[in-house]
């Protein structure tokens, strides 16, 4: 167990649907990232966030977004889904976002849409 | 772009058997090079390695970095059945933050 927590585990729903993906990071971690895992393209960074800031964009949908609140749990927000949505979405933490330290992965969630 | 690329993607072995998974990668403003181990859900963390700390050993897991070679190696030696998994080389780079940028992954599968 590493610590991170993410919710719902599973998740389903329909084309054109909004969804809230929630994540808690270890505790002491100031750093959130956000991944989307598929079996074609494997694992893809999405977004990082610092103590409530963003600090880093990758591979993100202008569908999407997220936020680090000031308990430091974070939310991403996907909407107009499409069926290539369906994918896993891991939330990562870490302590900074200096010194290249390890992240830490939540258990992820499964989000299917049909 | 950053570009990490594992092989083979696939591996069978036996119980017993010695295995080395490679990882190369081209990625500007390298940071460090973490190698994650995943069975059914969340990737795991087995080693992180630096500039300044390019060998790192765990029971039977080891690994190396070739900062020459833009290259890493994650070996593991008399494999079990637990080991079955797939196995993410992933490297941070880039200045400001520490987002990874993930390989496709070896699938390791150890069969009795």
């Known amino acids: 167990d590493s610590g991170v927590t993410q919710t719902p585990k599973h998740l389903i729903t329909a084309t054109g649907q909004r969804v809230t993906l929630r994540c808690s990071p270890r505790?002491?971690?100031?750093?959130v990232y956000w991944y989307q895992q598929s079996l074609d393209q494997g694992l893809q960074f999405l977004i990082q966030?610092?103590?409530?800031?963003?600090?880093a964009k990758g591979n993100i949908l202008e569908r999407f977004s997220a936020q680090q609140f000031p308990d430091l749990h974070s939310e991403l927000n996907l909407s107009s889904l499409e069926l290539g949505d369906s994918a896993l979405y891991f939330c990562?933490?870490?302590?900074?976002?200096?010194?290249?330290?390890?992240?830490?992965f939540g258990p992820g969630t499964r989000l299917l849409v049909l | 772009e950053d570009k990490v690329v594992q092989s083979p993607l696939s591996l069978v072995v036996h119980e017993g058997d010695t295995v080395t998974l490679n990882c190369s990668y081209e990625v500007t403003n390298f940071r460090s090079l973490l190698w994650y181990k995943q069975e059914k859900k969340a990737p795991t963390f087995l080693f992180m390695l630096t500039s300044s700390g390019i060998e790192k050993k765990s029971g039977r897991l080891s690994s190396i970095l070739d900062k020459k070679e833009l290259s890493s190696i994650l070996n593991i030696t008399a494999t079990q059945t637990g080991d079955s998994a797939i196995y993410l080389c992933a490297v941070a780079a880039g200045a400001g933050s520490y987002q990874l940028t993930f390989g496709k992954g070896t699938k390791l599968s150890v069969i009795p």
């Open positions: 966030y610092y103590n409530g800031e963003e600090r």
């Open positions: 990562a933490s870490s302590v900074s976002y200096s010194g290249g330290e390890t992240q830490y």
């Open positions: 505790s002491g971690d100031l750093s």
